[in-house]
Structures are given as structure tokens and as C-alpha cells.
């Protein structure tokens, strides 16, 4: 699926509005944001250890990254949404 400019443009406008009318839930998604690129460096970390020959895994790092995009996407929506 491709997005148009036209749903783009939108979505930015949407943003914009939501995010004003809405600090709580911007506020939220500001901490899913976090939560997401915190899970990802601590996957890459455990990555770069695997690299380095240690014989460990990153299944349970891979696991919250996942949980915190899930989390990040919610947010997303509850903003774009209005709802708490």
C-alpha cells in the first residue's frame, strides 16, 4: 500500500491538531517513543555481544522490542484518536 501526499499532508495536519488538543496523550506517545528506542538499543547491545563471540541470545530483547512498538503504535492511535 502507498500512501499519497494528500494522506500524508493529513496526517501531519492531524498530528498537529490532536497534539495540541491533546498534551496528555502526546505525553504518552513521547514515553512510548522512549520506551521503543530504549528496547532497541539494549537489543543492539546483546546483538553486538553475540557478534563479539559471546554465546548468548537476544530473544528476550528482540521480545521487547516488539512489545514497545505495539506500545508505540497504541499511542499513536490513541493520539490520532482522541481517546484515552
Known sequence: MT???????????????M???H???KSRLADAR?????????MDAVEERIQAGEKIHSLQEQ???EQAKNAHAQAL????????
Open 63 to 65: 521480545a521487547a522490542v
Open 3 to 17: 500512501i499519497s501526499e494528500e494522506q500524508k499532508v493529513a496526517a501531519v495536519h492531524r498530528l498537529g491538531v
Open 34 to 42: 522512549l520506551e521503543l528506542a530504549a528496547a532497541i538499543l539494549a
Open 23 to 25: 498534551p496528555k496523550l
Open 77 to 84: 492511535a490513541d493520539l490520532l484518536r482522541g481517546e484515552y
Open 19 to 21: 497534539t495540541s488538543k
